[in-house]
Nanobody, 121 residues
Framework: QVQLVESGGGLVQPGGSLRLSCAAS????????MGWYRQAPGKQRELVAL???????NYTDSVKGRFTISRDNAKNTGHLQMNSLKPEDTAVYYC???????????????WGQGTQVTVSS
């Protein structure tokens, strides 16, 4: 059974930085596209950043130039570097990934447990 475990959230002042991590536990698998989503109180969950297995990235307009998504396929981990944080970035952030078992043509989608990011002075 594969799990996505998130870490790195917390309280930060406006203009500060946080680095979120997403680690896939288990064995004998590869990770397809990975994404970071966030959900603020009273808001729909939105896609923040996406990275393909080949390293192609996309970002929602509100975070372009401030956030960087990355991955380390050898370590089965993903990261979201968040700089110049704003109060409107406050949300629960979720890692999402497609997991492909080795030697299989099937995949399953997994969500991390969520990590709270609060930007406030």
């Amino acid at each position: 059974q594969v799990q996505l475990v998130e870490s790195g959230g917390g309280l930060v002042q406006p203009g500060g930085s946080l680095r979120l991590s997403c680690a896939a536990s288990g064995s004998a698998f590869a990770i397809g596209p990975m994404g970071w989503y966030r959900q603020a109180p009273g808001k729909q969950r939105e896609l923040v950043a996406l990275i393909t297995s080949g390293g192609i990235t996309n970002y929602t307009d509100s975070v372009k130039g401030r956030f960087t998504i990355s991955r380390d396929n050898a370590k089965n981990t993903g990261h979201l570097q968040m700089n110049s944080l704003k109060p409107e970035d406050t949300a629960v952030y979720y890692c999402n990934a497609d997991i492909i078992p080795k030697y299989s043509y099937t995949s399953n989608n997994y969500w991390g447990q969520g990590t709270q990011v609060t930007v406030s002075s």
